[in-house]
């Protein structure tokens, strides 16, 4: 009589069994068995952008399986019939499941096998089963087929749980095989799913990579069971992914966040990509989506009565474990979608537009006269006025950040306003009318610009509150040469937006900035564009307490280059993705489940995209 016991180095030859589906169905997982944030990173390199590295990691945090080294996991490796054993004997042990002591199975072959007690405990409990009544055949590989019909068993004698017939779509599974019946019950508790919708391929190999879906998929069945509870593992600070911001745009130009309904279903959709962040639009066009008595309610009639946007999106998003950060636009005054809508009492737009009187005007105008719809931060007041949409967001709601976009020109060329021009002549003792590339001009109006970003910091240090702030900031044209402020000062964001973000996140007067990466991958020059900001803001981020999360453009994307350029991008602090109403180019969203199952493309120390 033997006690089954399962030596550490056994676990690296666990996993290796069955190609099921990617995502979990909801059947399976009434309580998740991999909650993201509660799952520590592995160390394997060759995991990186596999539809698995979820499952893998997951396993490995409930013990299931160790990689072939420390770095190193053999995804694609098959599984053979003794090993499945042992990694059914250990998800018995998780549960306590597994009998002390079993008599030996009588297989010849196994005698001497590193895992014949788990073979015997296994057979004992009539889970798994000989080629004869002499023979195992322990190193052959595992079939698919055969995967469904141990598991299946697992479930019946193991836990004493046995599942429910099902569905059997599969036209290469003949009704009343010898393993039709397991292959069904597998389907209908969503454990498993065919190679295609019309076919299992029964015959066919596993993988240890395939293999780690499959188990935790299992598991999440014996978590809702409350037969197996969550390991006690958690991150650590520095974890290679719980460390890094995974986040997404959305904004107020659909219905998205404007009904409670929508609210909730981005929610639940961010929450099942294993995001972290949510940054939300809730001023479009300085009108509030929120209860403010700086900015008009809006007027938009798509707004569900009596809704309050980023109350709702707060206490849903951080009942999910999302933050939410409110993003506020700042230069941007006017959009075409208001032209059929009447304007807000007080909006910014009808006091301080194009047809306000000269001397309450806000906006910027260029150099030769022509007036803009954008806020010109010259103008002192547009610096006041984002101030106060600040604090009164940081005191009044519970959000874990506020998000600055468009804190800058629209051009060299602009920053005209009459008001900004007689501040910058009473400030620098300067005669007449500076040219655009004058270096003294630009060298004040970069000064505005982050003098409104100083603002913003005090407006949240008056709140009394921890709240982030951070930017959504220019990346246009190629990146720095050296990543410094000499390769820095040579960019378009420098020179054409005069938006110096450089220093605001070197300074320490952002705690976050999120580089808007708007590149198409399947174009040769923008893809070389977006590897050279990447590399910069790998570097930056190295350099600077801030955290530099960048942000792919989903939207001018397809799926598979989404993924690589989150990818690349968390290779820095984080990637948020923009947007949530357009992921990809084609407008697919089951991006997010590919996003949970890579886990974001997160790099193992040291890796590089």
Known sequence: MRRVRLPSAVLAALLTAAAFVTAMPSQASPATAC???QVPATAFTDTVGSVHRAAIDCASWWGLTEGRTGTAYAPAAQVSRAQLAAMLARQLEVAQALPGEVPAAGFTDTAGHLFATEIDALAALGIVTGRTQSSFAPDEPVTRAQL????????????????????????????GSTHAAAISRLVAAGITTGRTAARFDPGGS????QLASFLTRATGQLLAAGRVELPRARPASDDAYASRMRAAWVHLFDDTLKTRAGIKRVVDELAAADATAIFAQVARRHDAYYDSTVLPATSDPQLEDGLDVLAELSAVAHGRGLEVHAWVGVAPAWHRVYADLPAPDGWLWTEHGIDAPLAERWVTRTVDGRWSDYLDPGVPAVRDHVAAVVEEIATRYPVDGIHLDYVRYSSASHGYNPI???????ETAAVGTPAPDDPAWMAWRRDRTREIVRAA???IG???????????????????????RAGFRASLPYTRTLQDWDAWVRDGELDLVLPMNYYRQHESE???QFAGWQRYQRALASQSAARVVPGP????????????????????DGASVYSVQQPTLDGSRDIWARLAATRWGYPPPGARP
């Open 35 to 37: 909650p993201g944030g």
């Open 148 to 175: 469904a019909s141990m598991v299946s068993r697992l479930f019946e004698r193991g836990y004493e749980l046995p599942l429910v017939d099902g569905p059997l779509p599969f036209v290469d599974v003949t009704p």
């Open 206 to 209: 596993v993988t240890r990579a």
């Open 420 to 426: 900004a021009l007689e501040r910058y002549r009473a």
């Open 457 to 459: 910091d005090a407006a």
């Open 462 to 484: 008056r709140s009394g509150r921890d709240v982030a702030l951070s930017a959504a900031v220019i990346t246009w044209g190629d990146a720095p040469v050296t990543p410094d």
């Open 526 to 528: 923008p893809a070389a």
């Open 553 to 572: 453009a989903g939207y001018l994307n397809h799926p598979d280059a989404v993924l690589a350029q989150v990818r690349a991008a968390m290779v820095a």
